[in-house]
C-alpha cells in the first residue's frame, strides 16, 4: 500500500486533446515556439520508460565516459526537461534550454506531432526514443504518481489502469505516442530503443547509441559507462536518482524514484482480470503496427 500525499496536487488540461500539466498548457506557446539548433540533441519518452537511464547514458558518451563530469549536476539540471514548468524561482525547461551552451542535450515527453515543429525542421536534428512495454509502464507510473505531488493523484490501482487505458494520465496516450515515433522513425534522425533491449543487453545498446551518435570510444571506456549506468550504481548516484528534489514535490515515502528498474514487474500487480482486460483492449489499440513489445525477457 502506497501512503497518500498530503500536499496540493497538480492537474491536467490539454494541448490537441493530450492531457499535460496545467502549468504546461498554460505556458503553451513558448514550447510550440521553442527553437532548436541544429546540434540538439533531443531524448524523447513517455514517461516512465527509462528516460533517466537513457540521460546518463547519452551524457556519459558526450564526455567520453568522465564519470565526475557526468556528476557535477542532478539529471534535471544537466538536460532540460522542455515542456516543464516547476514553480517560481525555478525556471521553465524552455528558459534552462535557451541558457545551455551547445550542444544541449534536451529531455521531453511529448508525443510526436506535439515536439516542436524547429526539431524537425532540418535533418540534422536527432532524437533518441526509448519505448517500454504497457503493463511496466501503468506500475512504474502509478508508484511515481504517488510519489510526485506535481502530477495529479493516482487514485486506487484498479482506476488508475483504466486511466492510463483511457489515455487521461499525463502525456496521453501511450499507445499514440510509441506508434507514433514508430512510424516517424525512418522519416527523421530517430534512434528506437527498448527499455527491454537495454536490460538484456546494455552494452550492445549503448554500442547502438555511439553508432548513431557517430561517437567511437575505447571499449574499457564503453565498460565504464555500462557499470556506471547500472541499477544500482544509479540508484546510489545522487546525481542521478533524482533525491535532490525535495520532500515537497517528491514524497520520498511513497516510492523512490530508482524503485525497480526491471521488466516483468507488473506480474507483480495485475489481477489474471485486469491482465485480460486489459490485452483485450491492447489489441485492438496496437492493431496495424509492427512495433512489438517484450513484456518479460
Ligand atoms: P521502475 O519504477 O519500474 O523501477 P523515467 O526515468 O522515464 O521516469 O523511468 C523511470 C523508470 O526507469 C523506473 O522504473 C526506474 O527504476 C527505471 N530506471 C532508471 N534507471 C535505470 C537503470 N539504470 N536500469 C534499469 N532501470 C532504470
Not at 152 to 177: A, R, V
Not at 194 to 219: A, C, S, W
Not at 275 to 297: A, C, H, P, Q, W
Amino acid at each position: 500500500d502506497v501512503p497518500k500525499g498530503s500536499w496540493v496536487r497538480g492537474s491536467l488540461k490539454s494541448v490537441e486533446g493530450v492531457p499535460l500539466l496545467e502549468q504546461i498548457v498554460d505556458n503553451w506557446d513558448k514550447v510550440a515556439n521553442f527553437q532548436a539548433q541544429p546540434d540538439d540533441l533531443l531524448i524523447a519518452t513517455y514517461p516512465k520508460a527509462g528516460t533517466t537511464w537513457i540521460q546518463e547514458i547519452v551524457d556519459l558518451i558526450y564526455n567520453d565516459g568522465d564519470v565526475e563530469k557526468a556528476k557535477r549536476a542532478p539529471t534535471h539540471v544537466r538536460m532540460p526537461f522542455l515542456e516543464m514548468v516547476p514553480p517560481p524561482p525555478l525556471r521553465s525547461g524552455v528558459e534552462n534550454a535557451s541558457k545551455m551552451p551547445s550542444p544541449r542535450l534536451i529531455k521531453t515527453h511529448l508525443p510526436f506531432q506535439l515536439v516542436p515543429k524547429s526539431f524537425w525542421e532540418h535533418n540534422c536534428k536527432v532524437v533518441v526514443y526509448v519505448a517500454r512495454n504497457a503493463k511496466d509502464i501503468v506500475v512504474s507510473y502509478y508508484h511515481f504518481d504517488w510519489m510526485n505531488l506535481a502530477q495529479p493523484e493516482p487514485g486506487p490501482w484498479e482506476g488508475y489502469i483504466c486511466k492510463f487505458m483511457e489515455c487521461q494520465l499525463g502525456w496521453g496516450s501511450w499507445y499514440d505516442h510509441v506508434r507514433r515515433f514508430w512510424e516517424e522513425k525512418d522519416k527523421h534522425r530517430i534512434l528506437y530503443l527498448f527499455f527491454e533491449d537495454m536490460k538484456e543487453d546494455p552494452k550492445r545498446e549503448i554500442l547502438k547509441v555511439m553508432k548513431f551518435l557517430d561517437k567511437e570510444l575505447p571499449e574499457e571506456v564503453v565498460d565504464k559507462i555500462v557499470h556506471h549506468t547500472s541499477f544500482q550504481v544509479m540508484k546510489d548516484n545522487p546525481m542521478a536518482n533524482y533525491s535532490s528534489i525535495p520532500d515537497t514535490i517528491f514524497d520520498w515515502k511513497a516510492s523512490t524514484f530508482m524503485r525497480k528498474g526491471e521488466v516483468g514487474d507488473w506480474k507483480n500487480y495485475f489481477t489474471v482480470a485486469q491482465n485480460e482486460v486489459f490485452d483485450e483492449d491492447y489489441k485492438m489499440k496496437m492493431l496495424g503496427t509492427s512495433l512489438k513489445f517484450r513484456s518479460k525477457i
